[in-house]
C-alpha cells in the first residue's frame, strides 16, 4: 500500500515501522510540520504492560527505548508537611525527545520517508490507499472529516504548566501546596540520568485568584519556581515553550472514514495524571498494525476492526483519566483528611489502583492504612508502629446514635407483606439472612407510613400497633445474631398503586388501586394514575402519618430510621424541579422545594427520640436534563446535617421516569465522595458495590462510610433498588 502519515509524533513514527516489518514494500511517507528535533513537553512514561507489547511489536525499538530509560517503583506524597512513600508501582520514563529521535532513525532505517517542516492542510494534497492523522491534539486531519468522525473536543477546568528541573527525583513525587490563592500541586518524576518533569497545575478559580493569566513565560518559572521551592531543594526548573494551559479531552464518534483514520491523540486524550497519552498512541500503532496482517489490502475491513479493539479500551482509560483529573481540579476538598487517608486517596483515585492490588505492590503501606483507619475508628491516635489491624470494613464505625461493628450493609430486595400491611415471612426472612451473614447494618426495603402510601398492595406499612409488634418480633431476631437494623420509611406518592416489582417498575394495578398525591398532578409514567397535588391539609396529614410511624418504629426498637427522600417518592417529587411545577411558597427555588420534606424530617426527628440516628435516602441526581443535581444534593445534604440527620444515603435517578441512566459498576461512588466531603456528612453508598475490594478502597478513601454490599446479580435488580 501507499501510505500518507501526518504527524511525525510516537504514534505516526511507531505505525510506520511497524508496517514496514509487515511489509517493506509499503510505500510510507511521514509529513511533519515541525523539525525533527523540536518537541514540547519533558518525560515520557511507560506500564510493564505497554513495555511488553513494544517488545513484542518491534524488538529492535524497544531495545533502543529501554536501555535509555530511567526505572523507580515509588509514588512519594509531600502533604501538609508530611512525606508518604508507597513502593512496588514499576514506572519507566525516557526522555520524549530521545524517544523521537530512535523512533526516527529505527523508521528512516527501515525505508520509510521522512518529511519534515511540510504541512499538508487538505486531503487533495494526499494520493494514498492510506492517509493516517497522527498529528495529535490540534490535528489538522480530524477536520477533513468532522462530520463523519464528529469529534468533540473539551477543555478541563484546570490549568496548568509543563517544565523540567535538574533535580533528579527517586520517585513519582506529588507535592500539593496550600496558598491564599488555594492549593497547587505539581506532578514529578525522573526520565534521564539529569533530569525530571516537573508539571504544576491548579483549579481555573485558583489560577485567576494567583494573577497568572497575566504572567509571561519567565515570570510564571519564577513563580513556580519560588513556590515550590523546598520540593526542588536548591535545583531550578527549566522552560520549554512552558506556558500555562487547559488539557484538552479529544473524543470522536468514529476514528475512521474511508481511508483516513486517527491514531493517538488526533483520535483520543486521557488527562497526563494517569500517564497514558503515549502509552494509548503507541497501543494504537500495533492494533492498527496487525489489523492489516489481518486484512491484508482491506483498508476498510482492517479500520473497522482496529476500531473496535481500542475503542472500548481507550473509553476506559478516559473514564479513568477523567476521575483522576476531577481529583485534582477539586483537590481542596480532601484537605481537611489525616496524611494518610489522603494518600490512600490519592493512590486509588482513577479506579485504576484498589485496596487489593496495592496490598501486592505495597503491604507495608496498607498495614499502616489499616492500623491508622481502626485507631482513628474507635477515636485513638496513631503512634509507633503499624500494629495487626483488620482492613477499613471491618473497623468499627460511631454514628450519632448509633455503633456499628464494620461498615457492610446489607439490602435485601423484595416486597412481601400481609393485606394489613404487617411484613411477611419472606421479608422477616431476608432480613435475619442478611443479619446472619455478619453485616453491621441491615436495611429494610420501602416501608410505607400509611396504606395510601404504599407503592403496591404487599409493600409493608407501619401505621398501627399490629404493623409494630410485627416488625419489633423480626428487629429482635436480628439483634439476636449481632446486628444491627435501620428502617427505610417513606411514602410513594405517584409511584403508588402499581404491581409488585417482579411484574415489571411501575405498572399500575389492573383493579385495587388508591388515589395518589404529589407534589404537582403530574403522573409518573405516560400510563400511571395522574396524583392529587397536595394541599395544606394533606400535606399535615402525610406529615402527622410519618411522625406516627417515627414513633412506631421506636417502640419497634429499630437502632436507625432512614427517611425516603430519592427515588421519586412522594418527598422526593417534592425536591425535584421535574415533579415539582407549583407556583406557591412549596415550588420553585431548593429553599421552597426543600420546605415540605424539612416539616416532615422535623416531626419524624421529634417523634423518633433525641440521640437516635436519622438518616435519609437524597437522590446526587435525577439524570435528567432540568433536574436535581449533585451541586443541589450537596446544599441539601447540608441542611438536612444542620437539623439533626446524621447519615446521608447516596442513591440517584429515578425523580422522573425518563432517565438518561449511568449504571456501572461503583457509579455512586463520586456523588457519595462529594456529599460527604462538601456537606461534612457520613455516608452510605451503594451502586455495584459486589467485593471486598470495592469496600476497602471506597471507605478506606474516605468516599463514604458505609457500603451497600450487593448479595444478588446486578440483572435482577430491579429500578428502584438498582439505584440504591
Known amino acids: 500500500m501507499k501510505i500518507d502519515v501526518i504527524g511525525a509524533g510516537p504514534s505516526g513514527l511507531y505505525l510506520s515501522i511497524l508496517m514496514k516489518r509487515v511489509d517493506p514494500r509499503h510505500e510510507i511517507t511521514i509529513y511533519e510540520r515541525n523539525p525533527p528535533d523540536a518537541t514540547f513537553g519533558w518525560g515520557v512514561v511507560f506500564s510493564e504492560e505497554t513495555l511488553g507489547a513494544l517488545r513484542d511489536a518491534d524488538y529492535d525499538s524497544y531495545m533502543a527505548i529501554t536501555e535509555s530509560f530511567a526505572t523507580w517503583d515509588t509514588i512519594e506524597m509531600h502533604y501538609h508537611g508530611d512525606r508518604i512513600r508507597s513502593r512496588g508501582h514499576a514506572?519507566?520514563?525516557?526522555?520524549?525527545?530521545?524517544?523521537?529521535g530512535i523512533l526516527q532513525r529505527r523508521a528512516a532505517a527501515l525505508g520509510v520517508e521522512l518529511r519534515f517542516e511540510t504541512e499538508i492542510l487538505d486531503a487533495s494534497a494526499c494520493d494514498a490507499d492510506l492517509v493516517v492523522g497522527a498529528d495529535g491534539v490540534n490535528s489538522t486531519v480530524r477536520p477533513w472529516r468532522r462530520q463523519a468522525l464528529r469529534p468533540n473536543v473539551t477543555p478541563y477546568a484546570s490549568r496548568f504548566v509543563w517544565f523540567g528541573t535538574d533535580l533528579v527525583f527517586d520517585a513519582f513525587t506529588f507535592v500539593f501546596r496550600a496558598t491564599e490563592h488555594g492549593i497547587f500541586q505539581a506532578h514529578a518524576y525522573p526520565f534521564d540520568a539529569t533530569t525530571s518533569t516537573f508539571i504544576v497545575e491548579c483549579n481555573e478559580t485558583v489560577w485567576q485568584r494567583a494573577g497568572l493569566d497575566a504572567l509571561d513565560e519567565e515570570q510564571t518559572l519564577a513563580f513556580c519556581q519560588e513556590l515550590f521551592a523546598d520540593a526542588l531543594r536548591g535545583h531550578r526548573l527549566l522552560s520549554n515553550r512552558s506556558v500555562w494551559l487547559s488539557f484538552l479531552s479529544v473524543k470522536n464518534r468514529s476514528w475512521h472514514d474511508g481511508n483516513v483514520v486517527l491514531l493517538g491523540d488526533a483520535a483520543h486524550t486521557a488527562h497526563f495524571s494517569i500517564g497514558s497519552g503515549t502509552k494509548l498512541a503507541l497501543e494504537d500503532s500495533v492494533a492498527l498494525a496487525n489489523a492489516f496482517v489481518r486484512h491484508s489490502g482491506a483498508v476498510e475491513a482492517a479500520l473497522v476492526e482496529y476500531e473496535m479493539e481500542r475503542q472500548p479500551v481507550v473509553e476506559r482509560f478516559q473514564e479513568a483519566a477523567l476521575e483522576s483529573a476531577r481529583y485534582f481540579e477539586n483537590v481542596s476538598r480532601y484537605g481537611r483528611f489525616a496524611p494518610m487517608q489522603f494518600a490512600f486517596n490519592l493512590l486509588t483515585r482513577s479506579g485504576r489502583i484498589t485496596y487489593t492490588n496495592l496490598t501486592l505492590r505495597d503491604p507495608h503501606f496498607v498495614r499502616h492504612l489499616d492500623s491508622w483507619f481502626n485507631t482513628a475508628a474507635v477515636g485513638g491516635s496513631a503512634n509507633g508502629r503499624p500494629t495487626i489491624a483488620p482492613p477499613p470494613m471491618f473497623a468499627p464505625l460511631r454514628?450519632?446514635?448509633?455503633?456499628?461493628?464494620?461498615?457492610?450493609?446489607?439490602?435485601?430486595?423484595?416486597?412481601?407483606?400481609?393485606?394489613?400491611?404487617?411484613?411477611?415471612?419472606?421479608?422477616?426472612?431476608?432480613?435475619?439472612?442478611?443479619?446472619?451473614?455478619?453485616?453491621?447494618?441491615?436495611?429494610t426495603g420501602l416501608v410505607a407510613v400509611s396504606p395510601e402510601g404504599r407503592t403496591s398492595p404487599r409493600c409493608p406499612t407501619l401505621h398501627g400497633p399490629e404493623q409494630a409488634a410485627a416488625f419489633k418480633a423480626i428487629v429482635d431476631e436480628v439483634h439476636g445474631v449481632g446486628a444491627r437494623v435501620a428502617l427505610r420509611l417513606g411514602h410513594a406518592g405517584r409511584r403508588g398503586a402499581t404491581r409488585t416489582r417482579e411484574q415489571g417498575a411501575d405498572i399500575p394495578l389492573r383493579s385495587g388501586g388508591w388515589p395518589l398525591l404529589s407534589a404537582s398532578a403530574i403522573p409518573y409514567t405516560p400510563v400511571s394514575q395522574v396524583p392529587r397535588a397536595m394541599d395544606r391539609e394533606d400535606m399535615e396529614r402525610v406529615r402527622d402519618e410519618f411522625a406516627?410511624?417515627?414513633?412506631?418504629?421506636?417502640?419497634?426498637?429499630?437502632?436507625?430510621?432512614?427517611i425516603q427522600l430519592a427515588q421519586g417518592y412522594l418527598l422526593h417529587a417534592f425536591l425535584c424541579p421535574l415533579a415539582n411545577l407549583r407556583d406557591d411558597e412549596y415550588g420553585g427555588p431548593l429553599e421552597n422545594r426543600l420546605r415540605f420534606p424539612l416539616e416532615v424530617l422535623d416531626a419524624v426527628r421529634d417523634a423518633w427520640g433525641a440521640g437516635r440516628l436519622l438518616a435519609a435516602s437524597v437522590s446526587a441526581t435525577d439524570w435528567a436534563r432540568g433536574g436535581g443535581d449533585v451541586d443541589e444534593a450537596v446544599e441539601v445534604a447540608r441542611v438536612l446535617r444542620e437539623r439533626g440527620c446524621g447519615l446521608i444515603h447516596v442513591t440517584a435517578g429515578q425523580g422522573v421516569a425518563a432517565t438518561r441512566v449511568e449504571f456501572r459498576r461503583g457509579f455512586l461512588t463520586p456523588f457519595s465522595d462529594r456529599i460527604r466531603t462538601d456537606a461534612g456528612i457520613p455516608t452510605l453508598v451503594g451502586g455495584y458495590i459486589t467485593t471486598a475490594d470495592e469496600i476497602n478502597t471506597v471507605v478506606g478513601a474516605g468516599r463514604a462510610d458505609l457500603c451497600v454490599l450487593e448479595s444478588a446479580p446486578a440483572a435482577s435488580r430491579t429500578g428502584v433498588e438498582t439505584a440504591s
Not at 514506572?91 to 523521537?100: G, W
Not at 416486597?415 to 436495611?443: H, K, S
Not at 417515627?550 to 432512614?562: N, R, T
Open 399 to 443: 454514628l450519632p446514635g448509633l455503633e456499628l461493628a464494620n461498615r457492610v450493609v446489607e439490602a435485601p430486595v423484595g416486597e412481601d407483606a400481609e393485606p394489613d400491611g404487617r411484613p411477611g415471612q419472606a421479608d422477616a426472612e431476608r432480613l435475619l439472612e442478611a443479619a446472619r451473614r455478619g453485616a453491621g447494618l441491615v436495611l
Open 548 to 562: 406516627s410511624a417515627a414513633h412506631a418504629a421506636h417502640a419497634a426498637g429499630f437502632d436507625a430510621l432512614a
Open 91 to 100: 514506572f519507566s520514563a525516557i526522555s520524549r525527545k530521545a524517544l523521537l
